[in-house]
């Protein structure tokens, strides 16, 4: 199901030289998202990518054709790479080959679809990559304020863990330091 308040916060960036195609598909995906970037060839795309992150407007995700004059979009994925290694990043493309696919997995292509690229699923790709992308964020940001507060909290209390018979397992900084004990000493000894 296409959830679309979730892609109306999204920015993207589409990259396609076929004019016909661009222009269809950035008719579909104005109507969906926040802000759609449009781009006809690697080259412009990779300046527009650029610009924007200089301007502090966050690109969500990328969607390019592979075959572009001026710069492909494997090659777009690859400098992309280099300035951000885990924007999600759809390939769409008539060609099936080997070394295509190869080359996309190799610089972390998010999806590879295939021309004619079914508008809904390319929506419900762009909603599936960004939604892991966004959940996993949250999850890395929810890590960091954890760990800040137990640093917090190893800093004013004493935390002490034991093992079910009662031996120490664990002592924090402050414990040590008031007991008087060094950390060898105080792991394995009864709690009392």
Known sequence: ???Q???????VLYVEDDKNIRTQFSFILDKLFN????????????????????ENFDINVVVSDINMPEMGGLELLEKIREICNDIPF??????????????????????????????????????????????????????????????????????????LNGKITFANKSLIKISGYNKKEIIGQPYN
């Open 1 to 3: 199901m296409i959830n």
């Open 5 to 11: 308040n979730f892609l109306k916060i999204l920015n």
């Open 35 to 54: 802000k759609v970037v449009i781009a006809k060839n690697g080259k412009e795309a990779l300046e527009k990518f650029i610009n924007n992150k200089d």
């Open 90 to 163: 759809i390939i769409t493309t008539a060609h099936t080959q080997t070394d295509f696919l190869l080359r996309a997995i190799k610089h972390n292509a998010t999806d590879y679809l295939i021309k004619p690229v079914d508008s809904k699923r390319l929506i419900k790709q762009v909603q599936k990559v960004c939604q892991n992308k966004y959940h996993e964020d949250i999850k890395k940001e929810s890590l960091k304020e954890l760990e800040l507060l137990t640093d917090a909290i190893n800093e004013v209390a004493l935390v002490v863990k034991t093992d």
